[in-house]
């Protein structure tokens, strides 16, 4: 599977951005899809995750502001932001995979990665 990630740019605190990650194979809406992401210097971060089925998870620190989603077909992955600020200012990253429910938070639980798109929060 290859994951494809767009939408990111520089944005002004408060603002929006809409990422999106598009699969390569037509059983992509069978995967669970993830969105990380990682700051210079800082270790990679679980964002939100969103299971072929629809059920949601997000990381504490975007819960409430960012909303992540598929496509009716399940062949796009879209991750909205909303009331964006600097420490959102990352490279990220859609994965997909199958993991269980205990890892869907973990890097571990994804075996396929796109190549990142970079989201710049101005103050």
């Known amino acids: 599977v290859q994951l494809q990630a767009s939408g990111g740019g520089l944005v002004q605190t408060g603002g929006s951005l809409r990422l999106s990650c598009v699969g390569s194979?037509?059983?992509?809406?069978?995967?669970?899809v993830a969105w990380f992401r990682q700051a210079p210097e800082k270790e990679r971060e679980f964002v939100a995750a969103?299971?072929?089925?629809?059920?949601?998870y997000y990381g504490d620190s975007v819960k409430g502001r960012f909303t992540i989603s598929r496509d009716n077909a399940g062949n796009i992955i879209y991750l909205q932001m909303s009331n964006l600020n600097p420490d959102d200012t990352a490279l990220y990253y859609c994965?997909?995979?199958?993991?269980?429910?205990?890892?869907?938070?973990?890097?571990?639980?994804?075996?396929?990665w796109g190549q990142g798109t970079q989201v710049t929060v101005s103050s």
């Open positions: 994965a997909a995979g199958r993991p269980i429910t205990s890892r869907i938070r973990s890097e571990s639980g994804y075996g396929y």
């Open positions: 194979v037509s059983t992509f809406r069978e995967y669970s």
């Open positions: 969103i299971r072929w089925y629809s059920i949601q």
